[in-house]
């Protein structure tokens, strides 16, 4: 029988620090004690939700357009439905270049609109072009209030360590 390491649910969150909010943009104060992004997947339920500063969020993508930074205030909550709704087997290499459709929702605390987005799933490949225990989410979510305006990241997901916290 094959082993198997289902990954259902998954948390990433990257703190605030007065470094990265002086560097992302010198007039915009970032509350201390909130993230500066948090997001969470729910592969079993097929759930998404990604909270954080606007500015950020803009100043971290590298293909940004000015007039992004000015489409929201403050901090964004996003909900969104993945599809397909399945956990993900990393141990297997077929999850390597999966795809997931992503349709929700952006809020900003003072208008509610629809966004919709992509999320990959890639291996990040060990030496000799191996398959190893450290995979990539880059998810890819379009604010359709605004045109050509995109959150992009990508969050790190290491299967050993995965592995560590179901023994």
Not at 18 to 38: D, E, F, N, Q, Y
Not at 142 to 149: H, I
Request: glycine letters at 8%; charged letters at 20%.
């Amino acid at each position: 029988m094959k082993k198997q390491l289902l990954l259902k649910q998954f948390g990433y969150s990257i703190p605030s620090t007065a470094l990265v909010i002086s560097v992302t943009k010198t007039s915009h104060i970032v509350s201390g004690h909130l993230p500066l992004m948090r997001v969470s997947f729910d592969f079993e339920h097929g759930k998404m939700k990604l909270e954080g500063d606007w500015q950020y969020l803009m100043a971290t993508n590298k293909h940004n357009g000015a007039n992004w930074f000015t489409c929201h205030r403050d901090r964004v909550s996003i909900a969104m439905d993945i599809f397909p709704i399945s956990p993900i087997n990393l141990h297997d290499k077929e999850s390597d270049g999966l795809v997931f459709t992503l349709e929700g929702l952006i809020n900003d605390g003072e208008s509610i609109g629809g966004c919709s987005g992509l999320m990959v799933l890639d291996n990040v490949k060990g030496k000799k072009g191996r398959f190893s225990n450290r995979w990539d989410f880059t998810f890819y979510i379009y604010d359709l209030q605004f045109e050509f305006c995109e959150i992009k990241f990508r969050v790190p997901v290491y299967g050993n360590t995965l592995e560590e916290a179901h023994n």
